[in-house]
């Protein structure tokens, strides 16, 4: 089965920066989506990347999905403080009707 | 934009109590979950339920959990003898097809 991972486990960077975070995953998948979690909150969803897609924005936020590597990236342009955040990818894998998260990156913006 | 709600937001039980969490998904919504997440780690998943059954289930979902949707719009997650390793976030989520989730903003369960 599946088991995201994500790197870097915490990243820390100035407002204003762009954040990147890295998300890797075993085998085939339908789509891939990225999720936020404030500290214990719920789970908020951001954007989703079917698996003939590579690249897709929303707002300042932007996926790319390379599927011969099998991973996947978030990047979040121009960062705010009301960004800090736990950021977790999740696979949607065929035949299975669930989700596999990976263990998320913590992400400090710093005011 | 619909919403998927869960009530308690926060419950406190003793070890070895029942207890029931109460999610209502989206009405249009065919697919339910419920994922839990330890504090520090990550999200499992937990099961799935279409079609008045359950459709999948991870080796977390034992003999002490089940799940029901009871009227039509509540759907519940049950765990009959509670452990203290039971404490966790417990999230349910909804969706109108295999992808595509909504996700509740949680039961935090603590096991005393």
């Known amino acids: 089965s599946q088991q995201g991972e994500e790197d870097p486990q915490a990243l820390s960077i100035q407002e204003g920066e762009n954040a990147t975070m890295n998300c890797s995953y075993k085998?085939?998948?339908?789509?891939l989506q990225w999720y936020r979690q404030n500290s214990g909150r719920g789970l908020v969803h951001l954007i989703l990347?079917?698996?003939?897609?590579r690249e897709k924005h929303s707002g300042r936020l932007r996926v790319t999905l390379d599927t011969s590597k099998k991973s996947s990236s978030l990047l979040i342009t121009a960062s705010r403080a009301a960004d800090t955040a736990s950021y977790f990818c999740a696979t949607d894998e065929p035949g299975a009707n669930n989700l596999f998260f990976g263990t998320g990156t913590r992400l400090t913006v710093i005011p | 934009e619909p919403e998927v709600t869960q009530t308690p937001s926060h419950q406190v039980t003793q070890m070895g109590q029942e207890v029931i969490l109460r999610c209502v998904p989206i009405?249009?919504?065919?697919?339910f979950y419920w994922y839990r997440q330890i504090l520090g780690q990550k999200v499992e998943f937990l099961v799935s339920f279409y079609n008045n059954e359950i459709s999948e289930k991870s080796e977390i979902f034992d003999d002490q959990f089940s799940v029901e949707r009871p009227d039509g719009s509540n759907f519940t997650l049950k765990i009959r003898s509670t452990k203290l390793e039971d404490s966790a976030m417990y999230f349910c989520?909804?969706?109108?097809?295999?992808?595509?989730?909504?996700f509740g903003s949680g039961t935090r369960l603590t096991v005393v």
């Open positions: 085998t085939s998948i339908n789509n």
């Open positions: 990347i079917r698996s003939n897609e």
């Open positions: 989520a909804s969706s109108s097809q295999s992808y595509g989730y909504t």
């Open positions: 009405s249009n919504h065919l697919y």
